[in-house]
């Protein structure tokens, strides 16, 4: 359901109410007391006109009646919008699936062992809160260092905070995922062409590339990760 149109009309009727009444011709105006079941006595504001011989009259509703509705509608319209953002924050994180020891990593849990590792959660921490320039710009992080030093830790760190505060969408991945997908299809019974694996690596807002080096790159493998890289 959407609020928006419903809002509108209620704040301009509220609007309308505090303004002076409109002159328009060929219509009677009267302002009356009326009573409302919930308020009591309010100032309404009557209408009549004769069309085709029919006397057709238009009255304003209870103001305070009209207010109430409008914050229902703005609650209603901000929980519809709350729901909204948990369900697609769900999905997004379903769909980064980070590795279950990893489940719980945050910018604000990662204990830095040394100055260098603390430089290094300094340069996520701008990385992620600047993360829509950076999404712009299509700026990039290497994360250089021994298995250990909680490289994955800090990467999925950074794709949860910019999945919370932006929605934005990540892939977890490694080289090795990336060529094998690759080098599937090249066979005669692909149910996938080499497009569509590039186009899965490019469209996530962040693309996370695990173990890069990790083994040793024949140049297809090396070509293939340039590919990947490059039309990001
Ligand atoms: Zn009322």
């Known amino acids: 359901m959407n609020y928006s149109e419903e809002i509108t009309t209620v704040r301009q009727k509220l609007a309308d109410l505090n303004a002076p009444p409109k002159p328009l ?3 009677v105006y009267e302002e009356v007391e009326a009573i409302c079941d919930q308020h009591g006595v309010f100032k309404q504001r009557c209408r009549r006109m ?5 006397g057709i009259e238009t009255k304003t509703e209870c103001q305070f009646c009209l207010k109430e509705k409008l914050t229902q509608l703005e609650h209603a319209e901000a929980e519809q919008e709350k729901q909204r953002k948990r369900s697609k924050i769900k999905m997004l994180m379903d769909n ?15 204990k830095p062992v040394n100055s260098y590792a603390a430089r290094c959660l ?23 260092g021994k298995p250990g030093t909680g490289k994955n830790h800090l990467a999925l760190a950074i794709a949860k905070h910019i999945i919370n505060a932006h929605q934005s969408s990540t892939l977890f991945t490694t080289a090795l995922r990336i ?3 690759f080098k599937l299809t090249w066979s005669k019974s692909a149910d996938c062409s080499e497009a569509e694996v590039i186009k ?13 080096g990790v083994q040793f790159g024949s140049d297809a493998e090396k070509l293939i990760l340039f590919e990947v890289i490059n039309t990001r």
């Open 25 to 27: 011709e060929h219509t």
């Open 50 to 54: 004769a069309l085709h011989g029919k």
């Open 96 to 110: 980064l699936s980070p590795p279950e020891r990893f489940a719980d990593v945050t910018l604000d849990n990662y």
């Open 122 to 144: 300094t340069l996520c921490n701008a990385y992620a809160t600047h993360w829509p320039e950076r999404l712009k710009r299509g700026g990039g992080l290497v994360m250089c």
């Open 179 to 181: 060529t094998r997908a």
């Open 200 to 212: 899965r690596n490019t469209q996530p807002d962040l693309l996370i590339i695990d173990e890069v």
